[in-house]
């Protein structure tokens, strides 16, 4: 699976921003997909992950709330809607899918991975 995000920019606190995953490669239908993000000098954070069909959500304690994941399998698409940004939501996104069936939430369970996106929070 072949994954390529964008939509990340500047902006000021309490907008919003929508991010997006093209993938390619496998039957887009069948992987799960999740969102992270990484500060400098920070781990991995685990944001949002969704299931195949996009029943299935799961959401990390910091952004719930306020960010939402969706996926369009027609479009081979998976986006994040960031609303009410604050200044610490600054760092690169990434999206990552995986073929299993249940959304996972630690970086290595995922196999494959986008290159990252950057998101700057003005104060």
């Known amino acids: 699976v072949q994954l390529q995000a964008s939509g990340g920019g500047l902006v000021q606190a309490g907008g919003s921003l929508r991010l997006s995953c093209a993938a390619s490669?496998?039957?887009?239908?069948?992987?799960?997909m999740g969102w992270f993000r990484q500060a400098p000098g920070k781990q991995r954070e685990f944001l949002a992950g969704?299931?195949?069909?996009?029943?299935?959500?799961l959401y990390g304690g910091s952004v719930k709330g306020r960010f939402i994941i969706s996926r369009d399998n027609a479009k081979n698409t998976v986006y994040l809607q960031m609303n009410s940004l604050k200044p610490e939501d600054t760092a690169v996104y990434y999206c990552?899918?995986?073929?299993?069936?249940?959304?996972?939430?630690?970086?290595?369970?995922?196999?494959?991975w986008g290159q990252g996106t950057q998101v700057t929070v003005s104060s």
């Open positions: 969704i299931g195949w069909t996009g029943s299935g959500t």
């Open positions: 490669g496998r039957t887009f239908s069948r992987v799960v």
């Open positions: 990552a899918a995986d073929t299993v069936s249940y959304v996972e939430t630690r970086p290595y369970e995922y196999a494959y």
